[in-house]
């Protein structure tokens, strides 16, 4: 990777191959889906791509995925919103 923190097409392209022989994760392609963030719609594509790939949870801190109107809609698809420390309580069965 180069000094830029920007991956090349290649360097994509060999990841999603190293990833899909490991059978690690599952490749999904979006479309056109509905608008569901309203401070960013640059973040639509995370929450359709985790409805889209059937994740149980999307784990991030970017607090627009917070807004009640974000948690709905995902919980209604099965999409569980957590930060990373909920969501490691959550994995070893912990309670608050």
Partial sequence: MGGSGVLSK???AEYLSYL???DVS?????GPAPRVVPADP???PVV????IGRAD???TLN??????SVR???RERGVLIANDVDLLRLLRGESR
């Fill in 10 to 12: 290649q360097e994509i």
């Fill in 20 to 22: 899909r022989a490991k």
């Fill in 26 to 30: 599952e490749v999904v392609f979006p």
């Fill in 42 to 44: 640059d973040d639509d």
């Fill in 48 to 51: 359709h791509t985790a409805v």
């Fill in 57 to 59: 949870a999307l784990c």
């Fill in 63 to 68: 607090r627009d995925f917070y807004v009640p």
């Fill in 72 to 74: 709905d809609y995902c």
